[in-house]
């Protein structure tokens, strides 16, 4: 009878997962990159974070972007980028810089993230975003997280495990932010966002092929 309480009271908040940031750049058409196969490096910070902690946060990472079944994702490093035998197959390259992680309940976690095309040194997706669990939207964001992923699994934990747990929110901010990933079609998806032309490195130009069209 619990669970099946459980389950109305989810269903009766059913729908889109909020959005809990729009501060991100996503290239005009995204898709006919045919991103596929995705090197992530390691991540890194300007703060005196140990390793093992934005390790973690890498690991974390990749596991987010797994789920989506279009991606698969390679743990890599600098060195592999210098080697075209180590990334040959790699469509595009992701680097993580984390920039706040307070594992005191309530958690805060920031992380800026950015994809780079290896063939044309482009960038086609940045975002960035710091989560307060002490925010209205974020809480709300955690809800919709808790139903799509956790509840089909783990029905009797409710959102508040997200919450008691610093692994789960990092997790479900790391979510958040390959959820803008899905938003190419949207009109304002390049709103509050910019990126630093000297992350842009000078490649040959990248042809689409009559397969991506």
């Given at each position: ?112 993230v950015e994809m780079e095309d290896l063939e044309t040194g482009q960038i086609l997706w940045s975002t960035s975003h710091i989560f307060d669990a002490r925010l209205k939207d974020v809480v709300q964001g955690v809800k ?21 747990s610093m692994d789960k929110f990092i997790a479900f901010s790391c979510s958040t932010l390959v959820d803008t990933l899905q938003n190419e079609q949207e009109p304002e998806k390049q709103a509050g966002s910019s990126i ?18």
């Amino acid at each position: 009878m619990g669970v099946l309480f459980a389950a109305a009271v989810l269903c009766s908040g059913c729908g889109p997962r909020p959005l809990v940031t729009r501060n991100y750049y996503l290239i005009d058409g995204y898709s006919l990159y045919d991103v596929r196969d995705v090197g992530v490096l390691p991540f890194t910070s300007g703060k005196d974070y140990s390793p093992e902690i934005l390790e973690k946060c890498r690991t974390i990472f990749v596991s987010e972007l797994r789920r989506r079944n279009e991606y698969r994702p390679h743990l890599v490093t600098s060195r592999d980028l210098t080697n075209f035998e180590d990334t040959r197959h790699l469509d595009a390259v992701v680097r993580g810089h984390v920039i706040y992680y307070d594992p005191a309940e309530p958690f805060r976690f920031g992380l800026q993230v950015e994809m780079e095309d290896l063939e044309t040194g482009q960038i086609l997706w940045s975002t960035s975003h710091i989560f307060d669990a002490r925010l209205k939207d974020v809480v709300q964001g955690v809800k919709g997280y808790y139903r799509e992923v956790l509840y089909p699994h783990h029905p009797l934990l409710g959102h508040k495990y997200i919450l008691l747990s610093m692994d789960k929110f990092i997790a479900f901010s790391c979510s958040t932010l390959v959820d803008t990933l899905q938003n190419e079609q949207e009109p304002e998806k390049q709103a509050g966002s910019s990126i630093p032309e000297g992350n842009l490195k000078a490649r040959p130009g990248r042809e689409v092929r009559n397969d991506e069209r």
